[in-house]
């Protein structure tokens, strides 16, 4: 079985920083891809960034130069720093991971960003 654990979240005020963390444990092969995604009141769960085995990064446009995606593979675990947070970044933030090319996600952590 894998598992991810997700950390980190929270509310803050506009501007402000904030950072995720997701490690993921259990019968472990290999990880691949391990991303975060973001699910915004009544939209639907989109890509804020994700990372390759490699340390090759993609991110989607909104996050861009403000969110930061890092791994750590010894660790299994998987970051994402945000500064310059904005109102439109509030959401529940999902870890997922391609961990023995089965993809898991994490259980959502909320992150709340005050004007």
């Known amino acids: 079985q894998v598992q991810l654990e997700e950390s980190g979240g929270g509310l803050v005020q506009a501007g402000g920083s904030l950072r995720l963390s997701c490690a993921v444990s259990?019968?472990?092969?290999?990880?691949?891809?391990m991303g975060w995604y973001r699910q915004g009141p009544g939209k639907q769960r989109d890509l804020v960034a994700d990372?390759?085995?490699?340390?090759?990064?993609n991110y989607a446009d909104s996050v861009k130069d403000r969110f930061t995606i890092s791994r750590d593979n010894a660790k299994n675990t998987v970051y994402l720093q945000m500064d310059s947070l904005k109102s439109e970044d509030t959401g529940v933030y999902y870890c997922?991971?391609?961990?023995?090319?089965?993809?898991?996600w994490g259980q959502g952590k909320q992150v709340t960003i005050s004007s």
């Open positions: 997922k991971a391609n961990v023995n090319t089965n993809d898991y």
């Open positions: 990372v390759t085995i490699g340390g090759s990064t």
């Open positions: 259990g019968s472990i092969f290999s990880i691949n891809r």
